[in-house]
C-alpha cells in the first residue's frame, strides 16, 4: 500500500498506515462475512488445552501455586529477617552483656533459644504480610480490583506439601545457624556486614536461574545450585513446585541440609563459647578448633 497525506511530523505520520491497514482489514472481512473466518484472521481464538501424567490429568499451575508458597516464604523471611539473624550475637557483644547472659545460661541453650525465636519472628513476619491480602481478597476484593481467583481449584500434592515444607525448614536452619556463627565470630555489626551480602547473593542466584531450573532442570549449573547447600533451599524449591524434583533427589538434599545445620549450630555454639567476649578482633575458627584439640589431649 502507498498512502500519502500531509506531513503531521514523524511521530504522528503513523496514523496514515494505521488508518489504511484498518480499512483494508474491514474490506477483507466484509469479503469474507464469516466472524469464524474474521476472528481466526484477527488471531482473536482462545484454546483450551488438557494434558496428562502417569495416566491422570495433570493439574497444571493448580498444582504448581501451592509448593510455591513455600519459595516466597523463604525468600521473604531470609531478606527481611536475615540482618536480625546476624546480629542478634552481635548486639550482645557491643553491648558488653554477653558474660553477664553466659553466667545463668547454657552457650547452646542460649544460641539454640535464639535460632528457635528467630523462627517464630519468621512466622509471625509471614502472617504481618500475609494478612492484609487475605483481608483484602475476602472484604475488599471489588474496591482494590482484585481478580476473582478460584482456590478451590488448586491442587495440594501431599508430597510436593512435605517436601517443600522439609526443605524450608532445613534451609533456614542452615541459615541462621551459619548467621549466628558469624555473629559469633565477628567483633562488630560493621565486620560482619559483608557477609549478609553473600547470604543475598546465595539466595538470588537461584532465582535467576530459574529458567533453567523450569526448562532444562538436569542442566549441570541446575544440578550443582541444587546440591550446594546454600543454592539448595531455593532451586530443590523451585525443582519441587513445577515436578521436576525426584524423590530421591529431594531426600538427599533434605538429609544434606538438616544434617549441616546440626554441624553449623554445633560450630556455632563453640565459636559462641569463645567469642562472646571478644571484643577487639575476629575469632579464628582454627584456634578454636585447636583450644578443643589441645584440651582433649591435656585431659587425657
Given at each position: 500500500m502507498k498512502v500519502y497525506g500531509a506531513d503531521a511530523g514523524v511521530f504522528a505520520n503513523s496514523k496514515y498506515s494505521a488508518v489504511a491497514q484498518s480499512l483494508l482489514a474491514t474490506s477483507v472481512e466484509q469479503k469474507l462475512n464469516s466472524p469464524v473466518d474474521v476472528a481466526i484472521l484477527r488471531g482473536e481464538t482462545n484454546t483450551s488445552t488438557t494434558t496428562f501424567k502417569d495416566g491422570a490429568v495433570a493439574p497444571g499451575f493448580q498444582g504448581i501455586l501451592p509448593p510455591l508458597i513455600f519459595l516466597a516464604a523463604f525468600f521473604v523471611v531470609i531478606v527481611f529477617l536475615g540482618n536480625q539473624m546476624l546480629n542478634s550475637t552481635l548486639e550482645e557483644k557491643e553491648n558488653r552483656v554477653t558474660e553477664m547472659i553466659l553466667t545463668t545460661i547454657n552457650p547452646t541453650n542460649l544460641l539454640v533459644g535464639k535460632v528457635v525465636s528467630l523462627f517464630a519472628v519468621g512466622l509471625i513476619q509471614i502472617a504481618v504480610f500475609a494478612l492484609p491480602v487475605v483481608i483484602g481478597y475476602l472484604f475488599f476484593r471489588d474496591q482494590l480490583a482484585i481478580p476473582n481467583l478460584d482456590l478451590s481449584s488448586l491442587v495440594f500434592d501431599p508430597q510436593k506439601m512435605i517436601v517443600g515444607a522439609l526443605i524450608t525448614i532445613g534451609g533456614f536452619a542452615l541459615f541462621t545457624g551459619t548467621l549466628v556463627a558469624v555473629g559469633a565470630v565477628m567483633p562488630t555489626a560493621k565486620d560482619a556486614a559483608p557477609f549478609f551480602s553473600v547470604?543475598?547473593?546465595?539466595?538470588?542466584?537461584?532465582?535467576?536461574?530459574?529458567?533453567?531450573?523450569?526448562?532444562?532442570?538436569?542442566?549441570?549449573?541446575?544440578?550443582?545450585?541444587?546440591?550446594?547447600?546454600?543454592?539448595?533451599?531455593?532451586?530443590?524449591?523451585?525443582?519441587?513446585?513445577?515436578?521436576?524434583?525426584?524423590?530421591?533427589?529431594?531426600?538427599?538434599?533434605?538429609?544434606?541440609l538438616f544434617a549441616l545445620s546440626y554441624v553449623v549450630l554445633r560450630l556455632a555454639v563453640r565459636l559462641f563459647r569463645y567469642g562472646s567476649i571478644e571484643y577487639s578482633s575476629k575469632v579464628r575458627i582454627r584456634d578454636v578448633l585447636g583450644r578443643k584439640t589441645a584440651t582433649g589431649s591435656a585431659v587425657h
Open positions: 547470604v543475598i547473593f546465595a539466595v538470588v542466584i537461584p532465582i535467576y536461574a530459574s529458567s533453567y531450573a523450569v526448562s532444562t532442570p538436569e542442566a549441570p549449573i541446575v544440578q550443582i545450585l541444587a546440591f550446594f547447600p546454600y543454592t539448595a533451599p531455593i532451586t530443590a524449591l523451585i525443582l519441587n513446585a513445577f515436578g521436576s524434583l525426584p524423590l530421591w533427589q529431594a531426600i538427599v538434599i533434605i538429609v544434606e
